[in-house]
Structures are given as C-alpha cells and as structure tokens.
C-alpha cells in the first residue's frame, strides 16, 4: 500500500465510523473509527519514506502495527501533538480516547455515545490537514 492507499483508507473508515454511529452502534463506530486513525498515520508514514530509499528496519517493524501510540511517534509528530494537547482541552479529551483505542477493541460491547463521539475521527472537519500526509477528505456527515 502507499500514502494514497491509507488516505483513502482512513476517509472510508471515518465514513464506516460516522454510519455506525447514525445508527447508534456505538461500539462498532469507536472500533472502525481506530482503524481510520491507523490508516491516517500510516498515510503520515508513508510521506517520510523517500523514493528509491529503503527505510531503516526499527521504522519498518514499529509500522506493521495496531497500536497507535506507537504509529504516532514513528510518524515523529509526538512534540506536535503534545502542543496541541496544550493549548486545545477539546483536542485533549478526544487524544485521551483515542490514545487508548486498540484492535481488541473488537471484542467491547458497552461503548457509551459520548465516547465514540469524543473518538477524532468522528468529528474530523473536511479539508483539513491533521498530519503532514493525511488530509480529510469528503463531506462532514454529522
């Protein structure tokens, strides 16, 4: 997959996420909506690795992953992000959801609205950039 696989990618999740979440499937919109995340991360990875050059191993293993703390900092966005926590509370709150997002999550059932709302991707705002690679695409359905 390349950078234009996972940004496409991460637009059809966030698009799973916000239907599930119409739909009151709670659950299923915050597990589809990490997905999205991953896949906008991975697309924010893909823009480092320069053409014809072979990534070092270490970036490599720490991208075939599902964990996005991990995804995020070998995107080296952390001290970004960090800022924004700073001086955004909203933003915050939604990092504290998201941050702990993981694909076991497939097995929660009891996934309260408010925090698939709080969940980023479901309230990404269209045409904005969130990362150097990723930039949301589409129509805000909510």
């Given at each position: 997959?390349?950078?234009?696989?996972?940004?496409r990618l991460a637009?059809?999740?966030?698009?799973?996420?916000?239907?599930?979440f119409s739909a009151r499937r709670y659950a299923g919109a915050y597990y589809i909506a990490g997905y999205a995340?991953?896949?906008a991360l991975k697309a924010?990875?893909?823009?480092?690795?320069?053409?014809?050059d072979?990534?070092?191993r270490k970036t490599v293993n720490d991208s075939y992953q599902h964990d996005l703390v991990k995804l995020?900092?070998?995107?080296?966005?952390?001290?970004?992000?960090?800022?924004?926590?700073?001086?955004?509370?909203?933003?915050?709150?939604?990092w504290a959801v998201v941050k702990d997002w993981s694909s076991q999550m497939r097995y929660e059932r009891k996934i309260s609205r408010k925090?698939?709302?709080?969940?980023?991707?479901?309230?990404l705002t269209p045409g904005t950039e969130y990362c150097d690679g990723y930039r949301r695409s589409g129509k805000q359905r909510h």
């Open positions: 997959m390349n950078r234009t696989d996972f940004q637009d059809l999740r966030i698009g799973d996420g916000e239907a599930l995340v991953e896949s924010c990875i893909a823009k480092k690795v320069r053409k014809h072979f990534p070092d995020l900092d070998v995107t080296e966005l952390k001290i970004k992000l960090d800022e924004k926590r700073k001086s955004d509370g909203t933003f915050n709150a939604n925090t698939a709302r709080d969940f980023c991707p479901l309230s």
